[in-house]
């Protein structure tokens, strides 16, 4: 398999690609096919999430939140305004670093379903 799949993968960053890399560099090729496949299902892109965020200041607070798999966190912004949009300022600024660690901790518990970690 080709290096440059995840590279092909919306909003990756260098760090991002680095991680995979050093994470699936010991897989088989079908291993790691396994392991991009599963980790495009459950991977977030950064730009849903700023724009999931940014809906906030207009509509309703928190979708990003639960997007990320955080629900009491969504649901808190959704009953506190994103806490009087203080939060939801927040999260758009550190969006990206949001998206990184989900990304990062989706990629672990890929690998560690596939028992190769």
Not at 46 to 70: A, E, K, S, W, Y
Not at 104 to 111: L, N, R, Y
């Amino acid at each position: 398999m080709n290096d440059f799949y995840f590279a092909a993968l919306p909003g990756m960053d260098h760090e991002e690609l680095v991680w995979l890399e050093e994470l699936t560099k010991k897989y088989d090729p079908e291993t790691r096919k396994r392991f991009l496949m599963l980790y495009q299902n459950r991977r977030k892109d950064p730009q849903t999430i700023l724009i999931t965020c940014l809906l906030g200041f207009v509509g309703v607070n928190g979708i990003h939140r639960f997007l990320m798999d955080q629900v009491l966190w969504g649901l808190l912004f959704l009953f506190t305004g994103g806490f009087c949009l203080v939060g939801t300022i927040i999260d758009a600024i550190n969006y990206r670093k949001l998206t990184w660690e989900y990304n990062k901790q989706a990629s672990m518990e890929i690998a560690a379903m596939l028992g190769k970690f």
